[in-house]
């Protein structure tokens, strides 16, 4: 996976290529967070044990749904989703 607005050498190679609006990158990475949260894809164990804050992470990020996101950044809301969705390879 690519986020960057530019075709890029590594964006040609990337299975999901995201092309946020220049200078909305903050949004994207709330939007994100708004679905790994609110599906509970985040390591519950580890956010207990080693995070402060993390509750007003959650309620801050309920103010960038998919689709708000989408908006701001011109990712298609289907895309969003699916990098948040995305499995990290072990």
Same mark, same amino acid.
């Given at each position: 996976?690519?986020? +960057?607005? *530019?075709?890029s /050498?590594?964006a040609?190679?990337a299975d999901? /290529?995201? *092309?946020?609006?220049?200078?909305?990158?903050?949004? #994207?990475?709330?939007? #994100? !967070?708004?679905v790994i949260?609110?599906?509970n !894809?985040?390591?519950?164990?580890?956010?207990?044990? /080693?995070?402060h804050?993390? +509750?007003?992470?959650k309620?801050?990020?309920?103010?960038y749904?998919?689709q708000?996101?989408?908006?701001?950044? /011109?990712v298609?809301?289907?895309?969003?989703v699916?990098?948040?969705?995305?499995k990290?390879?072990?």
């Open positions: 996976m690519v986020i +960057d607005p *530019r075709m /050498w590594a040609t190679r999901l /290529w995201l *092309r946020p609006r220049p200078g909305t990158d903050g949004a #994207l990475a709330l939007g #994100l !967070l708004n949260i609110n599906e !894809l985040y390591d519950k164990e580890f956010v207990e044990k /080693w995070t804050g993390f +509750d007003e992470l309620q801050r990020v309920q103010e749904p998919v708000k996101v989408s908006q701001i950044t /011109w298609p809301a289907e895309d969003i699916k990098a948040a969705r995305r990290i390879p072990q």
